[in-house]
T-cell receptor, first 112, second 113 residues
């Protein structure tokens, strides 16, 4: 069974600081997704990482994928309050099914 | 706006009742997924349909069922509702195929009283 673990689950940081969210998964997969969710809202797709070594950046967020280590990171640079949200990583289960298995999410709070 | 439409946005119903949640996927998407999000269980995959046929099944209770119609919209039926079924139910859609990205609807918040 594919398991996806994120850490930390809760992250409180000051504006202007840098931090990294980690996403580990248990079985082979080379497709990983990062989503953002604001309270009570839908999930917004942030990044799609499709191969080993993939790195994508959008604004203050950068995501990377290491399929050998089964690890993805979401790095936050110079955080601002607008980044406060819950971030989920999700992995495609390899072997036919296209469903996504989600981590529990990291609730990020950026304080002024 | 992801292009995935879910109705209704909110639903309040009593225990023992049956409800139907509706999802219209993005134009051109053949796959529809249903997820349940609750505080204690997180985001749980329920079921996936691809072009009208069931493709994958997750932690979906026997009281729940779904289908995808020829026009590709999907419905999730929840019956004999219990308090614990209160959750946010999301539908997502994707083109289908190997390299696929799922886009989520706004969700239906179900409250069972």
């Amino acid at each position: 069974e594919l398991k996806v673990e994120q850490n930390p689950l809760f992250l409180s940081m000051q504006e202007g600081k840098n931090y990294t969210i980690y996403c580990n998964y248990s079985t082979t997969s080379d497709r990983l997704y990062w989503y953002r969710q604001d309270p009570g809202k839908s999930l917004e797709s942030l990044f799609v990482l499709l191969s080993n070594g993939a790195v994508k950046q959008e604004g203050r967020l950068m995501a990377s994928l290491d399929t050998k280590a089964r690890l993805s990171t979401l790095h936050i640079t110079a955080a601002v309050h607008d980044l406060s949200a819950t971030y989920f990583c999700a992995v495609d289960r390899q072997g036919g099914s296209e469903k996504l298995v989600f981590g529990k999410g990291t609730k990020l709070t950026v304080n002024p | 706006d992801s292009g995935v439409t879910q109705t209704p946005k909110h639903l309040i119903t009593a225990t023992g009742q049956r409800v139907t949640l509706r999802c219209s996927p993005r134009s051109g998407d053949l796959s529809v997924y249903w997820y349940q999000q609750s505080l204690d269980q997180g985001l749980q995959f329920l079921i996936q349909y691809y072009n009208g046929e069931e493709r994958a099944k997750g932690n979906i209770l026997e009281r729940f069922s779904a289908q995808q119609f020829p026009d590709l919209h999907s419905e999730l039926n929840l019956s004999s509702l219990e308090l614990g079924d209160s959750a946010l139910y999301f539908c997502a859609s994707s083109v289908g195929g190997y390299d696929t990205e799922a886009f989520f609807g706004q969700g239906t918040r179900l409250t069972v009283v």
